[in-house]
Each structure stands twice: as structure tokens, then as C-alpha cells.
């Protein structure tokens, strides 16, 4: 009988980002599994339900309105922060063009945004302080759950959190921090009534 191999107490269990994608290359993981890399640990993402998908469609349209060419909009799609986290966040706005990140995914973000009806504690907790640590200067939570935006600016990368965070609600406008002259309306990006 095979006896375990001795543990190293001193070694991190934590998977880092290049050790996590290595998982899929190994067959470990399919690129159709819907997790994410959060804090060195693979997160298992919920399916998206019928308003999620909506609202995360009028999100791209309203933001694409706003920043035209400007900056890059990538959806559901990998986002770099740090060396234990690879988030997937439901929208990204980061600078450049889409031909910037062919190669590799992007590390830095103007905006990120995080659609959430279920996923609430873990955007509002885990992915903040991902998202700050990463030095993201704005990161707006969808809540779907109770009918507005939450707007996070002003990131303390080593507090991992947000000195600035506001409610944006229906009739409201919010511009975007790093693109003073792009703003939404809410009624643009709430589910209908």
C-alpha cells in the first residue's frame, strides 16, 4: 500500500494564476467550466438566469454608447489581478483596443462591473477587495436584489478596499471616473419595471 507523500506545512495551497491556467492546458479543467480563479482558490460561477443575461446586455450597450472607441469593453472575460486572482467580471472596461489584449489578459482596468443578484456577498467582499488590491480605480456592482448601482472608487491597494463608495438609483446618471465625459443613466442598466 502506498503511503502519502509528506505534507510541507511551509508551502502555499493556493493555486497562483499561471498554476491555474496550467489546469486547463493539463485537461484538469475544460474551457467551458465556468469558475474563477478568487484569492488561490477555483470558484465554481452560478449559471446566469434570464435577468442576469439581460442586464448584463444592457450594460455593454450603455457603456458601449458612452466610451465609443476610447477604451476596450471585454465581457465575461478573464481579468488579471495579481498572482492569485483571475476574476471573470461580468464587464471590463480597459484602456486600449481589443487587438491589445490577443495575446495576453489585461492586468489593469478603468471599470469593472459585477452584475449581482445572488452573488452579492462575494461581489461586495472577495472581488472588492480583488478588484482594489488590483488597483482597479472604479468597480460598480449591479444589484439586481435591491434596484441600483453601487459605485466604488478611490482604491487603497493595501487595505484591499474602496475609500469611496456611493448608491446610484433610478433617474441617476454616473460618469466614469476615468472618462469624466462618458456617463449612464441607471434607467439604462436596471431590468425593466
Not at 480597459?94 to 495575446?103: I, N, Q
Given at each position: 500500500m502506498a503511503r502519502p507523500a509528506p505534507s510541507d506545512s511551509s508551502q502555499d495551497p493556493r493555486f497562483?494564476?499561471?498554476r491555474y491556467l496550467a489546469l486547463f492546458d493539463e485537461g484538469v479543467l475544460d474551457r467551458d467550466d465556468r469558475v474563477e480563479l478568487l484569492e488561490g482558490v477555483v470558484v465554481a460561477m452560478p449559471p446566469s438566469n434570464p435577468p442576469h443575461a439581460?442586464?448584463?446586455?444592457?450594460?455593454?450597450?450603455a457603456l458601449f454608447e458612452a466610451i465609443g472607441r476610447r477604451a476596450a469593453l471585454r465581457v465575461q472575460s478573464s481579468f488579471h489581478a495579481g498572482r492569485y486572482s483571475m476574476p471573470e467580471p461580468d464587464l471590463a472596461v480597459?484602456?486600449?483596443?481589443?487587438?491589445?489584449?490577443?495575446?495576453a489578459h489585461p492586468t489593469g482596468a478603468l471599470l469593472l462591473v459585477e452584475v449581482a443578484q445572488w452573488s452579492l456577498p462575494q461581489d461586495r467582499v472577495t472581488k472588492r477587495g480583488i478588484y482594489a488590491a488590483a488597483g482597479v480605480p472604479e468597480y460598480w456592482i449591479v444589484n439586481l436584489r435591491d434596484d441600483r448601482v453601487e459605485v466604488l472608487r478611490a482604491p487603497d491597494r493595501k487595505a484591499r478596499?474602496?475609500?469611496e463608495t456611493s448608491i446610484a438609483r433610478r433617474g441617476a446618471r454616473?460618469?466614469?471616473a476615468a472618462l469624466p465625459d462618458a456617463s449612464v443613466a441607471l434607467d439604462e442598466l436596471l431590468p425593466g419595471r
Open positions: 497562483t494564476v499561471e439581460a442586464v448584463v446586455s444592457k450594460v455593454v450597450r480597459v484602456p486600449g483596443r481589443e487587438s491589445d489584449y490577443e495575446k478596499l474602496y475609500r454616473i460618469t466614469l
